[in-house]
């Protein structure tokens, strides 16, 4: 049907003049106008809970000019918003101090906070199966209980088989019992999954609006740990080398190289076959192709809600785009940039690391504190990261292991596959720092060549890299902390900690300094070799293989950096 000849917003109306256009309706024929709108509100508050939608037939008149009597018919609508919010305490005892052996009860809460009765409520209780023990619930037992690595799974298909169905604006309550089997502290999380209302609507999942904290009663036992520090005011700077000729580089002017339609750029990746930049600009909504031999855009591409992290499949001649708003990995063709999947794999998806010989690209999901394993263009497997605020992740591709870090509960681990399954490394749990400090691990990077594991982070306001030596799946052995340059501070929104990237050519590993506006070269006897000014607030870094170029974004500026990898 033809658009409507008058589009009245403010009154609500639709208006066509003749609807037989050049024709006529003849006797015992209809005219069926299909109308699609979209719902903004609930009518909850309306009478009856209803909105009525009113056709109206007026001044037809047939083929002798007779005016036909008007005529009208409606249609109720009833527009609803279910949502769910839950939580989780600890109640006995109140203050969370249990000693070792002893019990711990947490009470987890869920209230119906939209305007329909949910009907279906699965629920997740997540804890650190090495500090506590399930014992017991006070509604039917779980569904599932799962234990990988370090990591515990409490799972209900349905708590209102217990509970009941749950009325607008109502609130439930049971309760989950652990047994204190080590002396640490921990926290306890509960999510709910997909739920269903009366009228067969889901409600997306949620995290829980507050967490359970557990201390042990006695004090944690630490062991002393003196840091191996490389001073980098000892080391002798390298002058910043000059390229070479014949790289096909266009160097940037001083303050980086402005990038149209690049709003807040995020992730940053390489495709070496192409010799072509990916950038990802959160705020357009926009995957961004630069070409660095001319630092021109040469193609955009619309993404979902915030675009994060970029990876390139050299293999498949694919892009990987990691949506943070919109619960999703997107696929592009790398020459056309055309959308070859959208692939769900839950809230908040971040960074990302590939095994291309595996076609596998595995992302952080961090509103599930876990991992998505995605082959090809589904997702093959999800992993619990082992702890709370999952964040760091690194790929080592000669043995298809990821390693992924947890900001909140400062603990890292190693993921392999075996017998088509990925599994938990149960012989090495990453811990970064001094046990006894304050301290938030941010992103991992790892080098094949010589086996080593770098671990950015912070700990009481200064930041650092670990180096960890990777003998093998158990055996992890840390070998330096590197003083780096400042990334802010941990509640700063716009903190950085993510950008860190190997050199496989050089072996060099490079860190952006988000709030000094610089960037620590460390080399690979562990040493500092340069600190390279880049301009305001660099964030990710990607290496060019074939130029030896790092690339830097510089988030305040909306801008590229680059510089030459000859240190």
């Excluded at 409507?4 to 003849?26: E, I, R, Y």
């Excluded at 339609?261 to 495709?271: D, E, M, N, R, T």
Aim: negative net charge; hydrophobic residues 35%; proline residues 7%.
């Amino acid at each position: 049907m033809p658009a409507p000849d008058v589009v009245n917003a403010t009154n609500g109306q639709l208006h066509w003049n003749d609807l037989t256009g050049s024709g006529v309706l003849k006797p015992n024929e209809s005219i069926v106008i299909a109308v699609g709108f979209i719902a903004k509100a609930s009518t909850d508050k309306e009478p009856n809970k209803q909105t009525i939608n009113v056709a109206i037939v007026s001044g037809a008149t047939d083929v002798n000019n007779v005016v036909v009597p008007d005529r009208q018919d409606d249609a109720p609508v009833r527009i609803t918003n279910p949502a769910i919010g839950i939580s989780k305490r600890t109640t006995s005892p109140a203050n969370g101090i249990v000693a070792l052996g002893e019990e711990v009860v947490f009470t987890i809460r869920i209230t119906n906070k939209g305007d329909t009765t949910l009907v279906k409520i699965p629920v997740q209780d997540i804890y650190e199966a090495n500090i506590l023990e399930f014992v017991r619930t006070n509604i039917s037992a779980p569904d599932r209980v799962s234990v990988q690595g370090n990591a515990g799974e409490l799972f209900w298909d349905d708590v209102t088989t217990d509970l009941g169905d749950l009325a607008p604006g109502a609130s439930a309550e049971f309760q989950v019992t652990f047994k204190l089997i080590a002396e640490q502290h921990t926290v306890n999380l509960v999510n709910t999954g997909t739920s269903i209302d009366e009228n067969g609507d889901t409600v997306d999942p949620v995290t829980g609006e507050s967490d359970a904290n557990v201390e042990p009663a006695q004090p944690p036992k630490f062991d002393i740990f003196v840091p191996i520090v490389t001073n980098p005011s000892k080391e002798t700077p390298t002058p910043t080398p000059t390229p070479p000729s014949g790289t096909g580089e266009e160097d940037c002017p001083p303050g980086g190289c402005p990038i149209d339609s690049l709003i807040h750029p995020k992730g940053i990746a390489v495709h070496d076959g192409q010799q072509m930049i990916y950038v990802t600009s959160r705020d357009t909504d926009t995957l961004i192709k630069f070409d660095p031999s001319t630092n021109k855009v040469v193609g955009t591409a619309p993404t979902g809600d915030e675009p994060w992290d970029v990876v390139v499949n050299e293999n498949t001649n694919e892009i990987y785009v990691s949506m943070f708003a919109s619960r999703s990995v997107w696929v592009y063709d790398a020459n056309t940039l055309a959308v070859k999947a959208k692939i769900d794999v839950g809230e908040n998806p971040a960074l990302m690391e590939i095994l291309p010989d595996l076609n596998t690209v595995a992302v952080v999901v961090r509103g599930i504190n876990g991992v998505a394993l995605i082959k090809g263009h589904s997702v093959q497997q999800y992993m619990p990261a082992g702890g709370r605020g999952a964040y760091g992740i690194a790929a080592d591709p000669v043995n298809n292991h990821i390693m992924v870090m947890n900001r909140d509960t400062t603990n890292g681990w190693i993921l392999y596959l075996e017998n088509g399954s990925w599994r938990f490394s149960d012989a090495v749990e990453l811990r970064v720092g001094n046990e006894s400090a304050r301290r938030s691990p941010f992103e991992l990077a790892y080098n094949p060549n010589n086996n080593r594991l770098y671990a950015l982070y912070i700990s009481e306001n200064e930041w650092f890299v670990d180096v960890f030596e990777k003998k093998s799946l158990t055996e992890v052995v840390r070998i330096a902390t590197i003083p780096v340059g400042n990334s802010g501070t941990v509640k700063d929104p716009n903190v950085g900690g993510t950008g860190l990237a190997v050199n496989l050519k050089t072996n060099n590993v490079f860190v952006a300094n988000t709030a000094d506006g610089t960037v620590s070269v460390i080399g690979p006897n562990n040493q500092v070799l340069d600190t390279v000014t880049v301009g305001p607030d660099p964030y990710e870094l990607a290496i060019n293989p074939t130029t030896q170029y790092v690339y830097v974004t510089l988030r305040a500026g909306n801008k590229l950096a680059k510089f030459f990898d000859g240190f």
